[in-house]
């Protein structure tokens, strides 16, 4: 069975740093997709980030950034100078071809950005 | 392009009562997938729909059931309700079926059973 965890239940970070919420994942698929969603206080979940897993280079969108290591099953999210708007539910979550696209979610993680 | 329409957005109904809840996606998507998120359980898969056909169900009693229109429009009820049943139901949307395609998610509906 897939499984995403995500270890982090809650954390903060001052406004304009940098903070990375972990993620590890277990799965014997060898072509698989995972994803960072922000679920905001309105609830709309929003993709924030995907990376293929056959792709080396780490994907990256603006302040936001992955550290993929396909060994160790570990797809960390970085965000940059962090702002107020970032505060949310960040969730991984996975997806492979025999799930026929249903995502596979961690429990997420609370952060919050403090002015 | 509107996105994915979830209505209603809150819903209290008594136990043992079924409920419908119903999914717009947006315009030309065909894949349509539900999801039940609890504080304990977290985001749980319960099914997904592709051009009016059940593509894949998580692992859920046959009380939950869903179906798809023509227009790509999605319903799914619930019947004899529990109290475990109170979630947030959210669905999603994308173009076509695949590992890669985006998901595009609507503000959910929230239900309460007492």
């Known amino acids: 069975a897939q499984t995403v965890t995500q270890s982090q239940p809650e954390m903060s970070v001052q406004e304009a740093e940098t903070v990375t919420l972990s993620c590890t994942y277990d799965?014997?698929?060898?072509?698989?997709?995972l994803f960072w969603y922000k679920q905001p206080p309105s609830r709309q979940m929003i993709l924030v980030i995907r990376?293929?897993?056959?792709?080396?280079q780490n994907a990256t969108e603006n302040r936001f950034s992955v550290n993929f290591q396909k060994a160790a099953k570990s797809f960390s999210l970085k965000i940059s100078d962090s702002q107020l708007g970032d505060t949310a539910m960040y969730f991984c979550?996975?997806?492979?071809?025999?799930?026929?696209?249903?995502?596979?979610f961690g429990k997420g993680t609370k952060l919050s950005v403090k002015p | 392009k509107a996105g994915v329409t979830q209505t209603p957005r809150y819903l209290i109904k008594t136990r043992g009562q079924q409920v419908t809840l119903s999914c717009s996606p947006i315009?030309?998507?065909?894949?349509v997938s539900w999801y039940q998120q609890t504080p304990g359980q977290g985001l749980q898969f319960l099914f997904e729909?592709?051009?009016?056909?059940?593509?894949n169900k998580g692992n859920f009693p046959g009380r939950f059931s869903g179906r798809q229109f023509s227009n790509s429009r999605s319903e799914m009820n619930v019947s004899t309700l529990e109290l475990g049943d109170s979630a947030l139901y959210l669905c999603?949307?994308?173009?076509?079926?695949?590992?890669?395609?985006?998901?595009?998610f609507g503000q959910g509906t929230r239900l309460t059973v007492v």
């Open positions: 315009s030309g998507h065909r894949s």
């Open positions: 979550a996975f997806r492979y071809g025999g799930s026929q696209g249903n995502l596979i």
């Open positions: 799965t014997s698929e060898s072509n698989y997709y």
């Open positions: 999603a949307s994308s173009p076509f079926q695949g590992m890669n395609t985006e998901a595009f």
């Open positions: 990376q293929e897993a056959y792709k080396q």
């Open positions: 729909y592709f051009s009016e056909t059940q593509r």
